[in-house]
Nanobody, 125 residues
């Protein structure tokens, strides 16, 4: 079982920024697509962003386009989610997920993937 660890969540005012990190201690993430998802209270988990194993392909949910940026540093074995211009509707637990297939391009909610425990992001108005 692969364990992913998210960090960087917290409380921020609307308009502020946070950078989330996703690491896999003891495992190389560089060959796998990684995605970020979020789940707000009372709502289903939703897709936020995904990045291919090489970093060459990225996609975003419409709700975060232009505000969030997904990136990866394979030398540091870490994937990031830079979140700018945060709004209260971004409040959720954020999860990262790593595809189980080498050379994968995207992670969706239905992909075979390893998941982290999540990190709370709270945006106050």
């Amino acid at each position: 079982q692969v364990q992913l660890v998210e960090s960087g969540g917290g409380l921020v005012q609307a308009g502020g920024s946070l950078r989330l990190s996703c690491a896999a201690p003891g495992r190389t993430l560089s060959s796998y697509a990684v995605g970020w998802f979020r789940q707000a209270p009372g709502k289903e988990r939703e897709f936020v962003a995904t990045i291919s194993w090489s970093g060459g392909t990225r996609s975003y949910a419409d709700s975060v386009k232009g505000r969030f940026t997904i990136s990866r540093d394979n030398a540091k074995n870490t994937v990031y989610l830079q979140m700018n211009s945060l709004i209260p509707e971004d409040t959720a637990v954020y999860y990262c997920a790593a595809h189980t297939t080498v050379g994968s391009v995207v992670v969706t909610a239905r992909s075979p993937a390893y998941w982290g425990q999540g990190t709370q992001v709270t945006v106050s108005s």
